[in-house]
């Protein structure tokens, strides 16, 4: 079966940079994108970005760009995303999911608590 | 604020219809397929309608999706208290080249 499994929670301060990992299995890794969404406390969806896991090539949020890198090992099927200069309205769930069109993601991971604060 | 808008909140009686509505622009939702997800708390979002009108797996029919230009809507029929929820759209925008979320909007079931 399809499953995305994130790394754990982070505990930040602000101006560090923080990677949470997604580990893909169940199917073929390199047939589908990977997308990052995140969820503030209390708040909306958010897209961050996305990664083609055949080729690395990546798309990201324009409030992110320059302070993010997502990446793929596909030895392994993880992808990663790299968030840099953390500030206080970074915290939020981050979840990964696998996308069937650019819009429509069909399997989630369960979310990773990123919490920045000094 | 996001290029995509959607009511803040819709609310119904058991067995009742409701219509969750997403306007967009040409360069988002009239150009692009329109998705829609089911957000409970605690959880990660669940597909609800994967590209305009058809729905995900194991979505019960009671869900439709609707497009037309640059507009979309999710219908609720025979509304139902698992029902309660906040439901977002979701789209491709050209002009952004991202994917954008609606502002949510919260299911009432009274």
């Known amino acids: 079966q399809v499953q995305l499994v994130q790394s754990g929670a982070e505990v930040k301060k602000p101006g560090a940079s923080v990677k949470v990992s997604c580990k893909a299995s169940g199917y073929l890794f390199t047939g589908y994108y990977i997308y990052w969404v995140r969820q503030a406390p209390g708040q909306g969806l958010e897209w961050v970005g996305r990664?083609?896991?055949?080729?690395?090539?990546?798309n990201y949020a324009q409030r992110f760009q320059g302070r993010i890198t997502v990446t793929r090992d596909t030895s392994l099927n993880i992808v990663y995303m790299d968030l840099e200069r953390l500030t206080s309205d970074d915290t939020a769930y981050y979840f990964c999911a696998r996308g069937q069109a650019p819009a429509a993601y069909d399997f989630w991971g369960q979310g990773t608590l990123v919490s920045v604060s000094s | 604020q996001s290029v995509v808008t959607q009511p803040l909140s819709v609310s119904g009686t058991p067995g009742q219809k409701v219509t969750i509505s997403c306007s967009g622009s040409s360069s988002n939702i009239g150009g692009n397929t329109v998705s829609w997800y089911q957000n409970l708390p605690g959880a990660a979002p669940k597909l609800v309608i994967l590209v305009n009108d058809q729905r995900a797996s194991g979505v019960p029919d009671r869900f439709s999706g609707f497009k037309s230009g640059a507009s979309a809507s999710l219908v609720i029929s025979g509304l139902q208290s698992e029902d309660e929820a906040i439901y977002y759209c979701a789209t491709w925008d050209d002009s952004l080249t991202a994917t954008v979320f609606g502002g949510g909007t919260r299911v009432t079931v009274l």
């Open positions: 990664i083609n896991t055949n080729t690395g090539a990546t």
